[in-house]
Each structure stands twice: as structure tokens, then as C-alpha cells.
Antibody
Framework: EVQLVESGGGLVQPGRSLRLSCTASGFTFGDYAMSWVRQAPGKGLEWVGFIRSKAYGGTTEYAASVKGRFTISRDDSKSIAYLQMNSLKTEDTAVYYC?????????????????WGQGTMVTVSS | DIQMTQSPSSVSASVGDRVTITCRASQGISSWLAWYQQKPGKAPKLLIYAASSLQSGVPSRFSGSGSGTDFTLTISSLQPEDFATYYCQQANSFPPLTFGGGTKVEIK
């Protein structure tokens, strides 16, 4: 079964750091780009960023709201994607979803997100 | 940034009804559009990609159409399990990749 499982969420004070993990199973993790999407309580979906597969350089892209504070990385040997979140703000409070990227043209881009994890809650509050 | 505007924000419908949701992009995105369904407390689920391609396992009562700036998601005969919130997402130009604000399909 193709599956993504996030972990690492919790309550953190503003200005502190947190690292989320996304453990994949059921597919060849290294062949896929991975992305993070978040959803603030009662709000819509917001793309956070993504990391390409090694075949496309393993490069990353981020939303402006997190650029310079968040870092996405991957360990293909462990089938894990990470979201390192630094200098957290109260507005970062959200459920964070790990997603697998669908890239039908195989050009290192994003068509859609075809597999989603169950999400992990991050609460930034003093 | 490309803005995605969904309408209506909510719709009340009955089982068996035909439901249409619209998504408009602030600039042309060709066919780089996806639709998702999200039920309360659950992760979104991909329904449609490339504007009209049905994701594997998704019932055929769901269909997508459109290109350029105007897109629609149609549920041909609403089923009890279809009551949920639906989001569109553009993939033509990023960063940032952007989602619509969502359309909640409620029971009439």
C-alpha cells in the first residue's frame, strides 16, 4: 500500500524550531518529488514547498511566506522527507501534510499531489 | 502570483443532483489544473488532474473541463459520500503553486 506518514508535530513557542518527518512506503521514494502543504484551522490549503527527485537535481522551491525560514530535505535511503521549520510564527499554526508529486510530463515539475499523508498538527503559541 | 477563485463558496444540494463548481485563474494556465476533495478531519484526495483527467479509482460521476482561465468540476449525480469541500489548484506557474479558496457541498 502506498502510504505517507507524517510525524514531529506539536506545540512550540514563537521563534523556536521544529522538524517534521514524512516516511514513505509502498513506492520507490527516490523516483518522486515530494511536497508539503499546510492548512490553518478552518482555512483552505496553502502550498509550502517541494523538493525534486535526485534525477532533477534534488532542488527545492518555497512559498514566499516560508522562504528563508523553512527547509525541505530528503533521505532517499530511508524514504523520508523532512520539513525543517525555523523562526516559527503564530501564523504557521496549521496541519502540515506531506504529499507525493505527480509529474506526468517527467520534467521535474508539479502537475498535482496524488498521495497525501494524514497530516500532523503544528501549534505555534506562547 | 496566479490567483484561483472558486465559486460558489458553498452549495446546498440533494442526493442525485448535478453539481457544478467553477474555478477561475487570474491568468491563463493552459490545462494545468487539479481538483481535490476533502472531508472533515481528513487529508485531501486527488480527483482530477490536467483539467479533465480522472485520477485512478475516482468514480466516473466526477468530471473536469476547461482550459485557459475557466474550469469546472461536475458531479453528475451527487452521492451521500460526496458531501465535502472541493479545492482547485493551478500547476502552470510556481512558485507559488496556488489553491482556490474551496467550495463546500452541503446537504440540502
Amino acid at each position: 500500500e502506498v502510504q505517507l506518514v507524517e510525524s514531529g508535530g506539536g506545540l512550540v513557542q514563537p521563534g523556536r524550531s521544529l522538524r517534521l518527518s514524512c516516511t514513505a512506503s509502498g513506492f520507490t521514494f527516490g523516483d518522486y518529488a515530494m511536497s508539503w502543504v499546510r492548512q490553518a484551522p478552518g482555512k483552505g490549503l496553502e502550498w509550502v514547498g517541494f523538493i525534486r527527485s535526485k534525477a532533477y537535481g534534488g532542488t527545492t522551491e518555497y512559498a514566499a511566506s516560508v522562504k528563508g525560514r523553512f527547509t525541505i530535505s530528503r533521505d532517499d535511503s530511508k524514504s523520508i522527507a523532512y520539513l525543517q521549520m525555523n523562526s516559527l510564527k503564530t501564523e504557521d499554526t496549521a496541519v502540515y501534510y506531506c504529499t507525493r508529486v505527480m509529474d506526468t510530463a517527467m520534467v521535474g515539475s508539479i502537475d498535482a499531489f496524488d498521495i497525501w499523508g494524514q497530516g500532523t498538527m503544528v501549534t505555534v503559541s506562547s | 502570483d496566479i490567483q484561483m477563485t472558486q465559486s460558489p463558496s458553498s452549495v446546498s444540494a440533494s442526493v442525485g443532483d448535478r453539481v457544478t463548481i467553477t474555478c477561475r485563474a487570474s491568468q491563463g494556465i493552459s490545462s494545468w489544473l487539479a481538483w481535490y476533495q476533502q472531508k472533515p478531519g481528513k487529508a485531501p484526495k486527488l480527483l482530477i488532474y490536467a483539467a479533465s483527467s480522472l485520477q485512478s479509482g475516482v468514480p466516473s460521476r466526477f468530471s473536469g473541463s476547461g482550459s485557459g482561465t475557466d474550469f469546472t468540476l461536475t458531479i453528475s449525480s451527487l452521492q451521500p459520500e460526496d458531501f465535502a469541500t472541493y479545492y482547485c489548484q493551478q500547476a502552470n506557474s510556481f512558485p507559488p503553486l496556488t489553491f482556490g479558496g474551496g467550495t463546500k457541498v452541503e446537504i440540502k
